[in-house]
């Protein structure tokens, strides 16, 4: 019968007999055991020592941890009529017994510290295994900007030329082709424009995630002005927002002063709370974006120490985007800041989603010591704020 | 919002002061619809005191621009503020619509 674990039994002067009757009973089960003599530990790894002992051997006590640690054996059971001077090992892996218990229960123990000892192989064998994942993905994280820079940016650059090259050789022949011949090849080529848009804007978001993941050298924080920045991108927006028929609206507090960011990420979650608000509202509907001061429980949340993140002076800003869009689905809620978070909701223009829009913002934001969170309901629109620490002059 | 317009023999003026929000859209598409029905072509916008206009606000502005032109008329503008000049920018209007720093040249300029 193939063994299903090694077990060592040690024992001493007046427990030889328990330990031969222990050894016949795993014998019986198809365990690999060795027995020794007392205070003899392994010299080979083993799952299971089994130790006889009498009360008052303190020094076993330490040896049966060495082994431990030394990963000589991965479970202890140690059979005592009383419990070790100074303990037993401090170590989930090591189980006591009672001699008067007999050998069929000493052997059932004896299983179920084999259990326990396969059971920390498996976790040690996990840990190893996802160590080496994180090496890899570190290898992979410093080399993605690069591929997605260049392997991907580079072909869809060549079929955006290759496509317009295409729509201006076909203007040039116009004349030759029939207007139903026309009208396909506007269309096809418009079909192949918007799918050339959507891997560009996906590629732009992987990017953009991948700047704000761990690892990656941030930009250096220092005072942005709030106000300057949302003005920036929503001006930049407003041809969004006519071309759909949105009403976007702008209410700036001068009160909300310098916070402590980059302008250019902190311009990147603007963009992308307004862009999303945007895509997400239909025709006629608005979008209105507004800054204000910050207030002490715009920064106080159960999982953080509030006025640590106050920033240098205990003020900040705070950015709220509110839309008369579809509102957030309740089964939606927990994944909205989740890297490819898609919801229920659809683009009323048709325009790309990645699902990386919120997640980016959310990094940034927590990059920043800030903290990014919204309000909404089904069918009544979505209000996110965003609180990001002041800066001090001084 | 403030509006206040002021008709001179060929030109209207139309001063816009504060912000024009979703509350003022109307008020601003009232006003130049009543343009449009006087067969009145030829604006001048004071925007010294806008500090604001939102995106509808843009399109009204745009819409009556490009009904003024094949009429002979035009819209101009003075002395549009920082964040209005990044608006005009971002829609193009900046090179549609010309821009003076005072209220007289900008009434010459739409007469002329």
């Not at chain 1, 330990?19 to 083993?46: C, I, M, W, Y």
């Amino acid at each position: 019968m193939p063994s299903t674990g090694d077990v060592l039994i040690t024992a001493g002067v007046g427990h030889e007999g328990l330990a031969r009757e222990l050894a016949a009973a795993l014998s019986g089960r198809g365990l690999n055991v060795h027995t020794a003599e007392d205070r003899a530990l392994p010299t080979e790894p083993v799952d299971v020592i089994v130790c006889f002992v009498d009360s008052g051997r303190s020094d076993l006590a330490s040896k049966l941890g060495d082994a431990l640690h030394e990963d000589l054996a991965k479970a202890v059971v140690v059979v005592s009529p009383a419990p070790l001077e100074g303990g037993p090992p401090e170590d989930a892996a090591v189980l006591r017994a009672d001699p008067a218990w007999g050998p069929e229960a000493l052997a059932r123990l004896t299983e179920a510290a084999l259990e326990i000892a396969r059971e920390r192989e498996g976790r040690k064998s996990a840990e190893r295994r996802l160590a080496e994942i994180a090496r890899v993905r570190e290898s992979l994280d410093e080399s993605l900007g690069a591929i997605v820079s260049h392997d991907l940016r580079t072909p869809v650059t060549t079929l955006r030329l290759l496509k317009d090259l295409l729509a201006s050789h076909l203007s040039a022949r116009a004349d030759v082709l029939t207007k139903n011949e026309r009208v396909s090849t506007d269309e096809l080529l418009g079909i192949m424009g918007r799918s050339l848009d959507r891997m560009d804007a996906f590629i732009e978001d992987m990017l953009a995630a991948w700047r704000v993941s761990p690892g990656v050298p941030e930009d250096a924080a220092g005072p942005v002005d709030l106000n300057g920045v949302v003005e920036d991108i929503v001006a930049g927006l407003f041809p969004v927002a006519m071309q759909k028929d949105i009403v976007l609206d702008l209410a700036t507090d001068p009160g909300a002063g310098l916070v402590l960011a980059d302008s250019r990420r902190a311009g990147q979650v603007v963009s992308n709370l307004v862009g999303n608000a945007l895509k997400f509202t239909p025709r006629g509907g608005s979008v209105t974006v507004s800054t204000r001061p910050a207030v002490p429980d715009d920064w106080a949340d159960e999982d953080r120490a509030d006025e640590d993140r106050a920033g240098e002076d205990g003020k900040g800003a705070v950015l709220e985007v509110a839309d008369t869009g579809p509102g957030i689905a309740d089964e939606d809620r927990a994944k909205v800041f989740e890297r490819f978070g898609l919801g229920k909701a659809r683009a009323t223009g048709g325009e790309p989603s990645t699902g990386l829009g919120l997640y980016i913002c959310r990094e940034i934001v927590e990059l920043y010591g800030g903290r990014i969170w919204f309000e909404s309901a089904p069918g009544k629109g979505a209000r996110f704020f965003v609180f990001l620490p002041g800066h001090s002059e001084d | 919002m403030q509006l206040l317009r002021d008709r001179r023999e060929n030109v209207d003026v139309l001063t816009l002061r504060g912000s024009v929000r979703a509350e003022d859209n109307s008020a601003l598409a009232e006003c130049l619809n009543g343009l449009r029905e006087e067969r009145r072509f030829r604006l001048v916008i004071d925007a010294t005191d806008l500090e604001y206009i939102n995106s509808r606000g843009i399109g009204e502005v745009v819409r009556f621009l490009q009904e003024a032109r094949p009429r002979g008329g035009t819209v101009v503008l003075v002395r549009p503020r920082q964040p209005i000049e990044k608006i005009m920018k971002a829609v193009g209007l900046h090179s549609l619509v010309q821009v003076f720093d005072t209220l007289d040249e900008a009434v010459a300029a739409c007469e002329a």
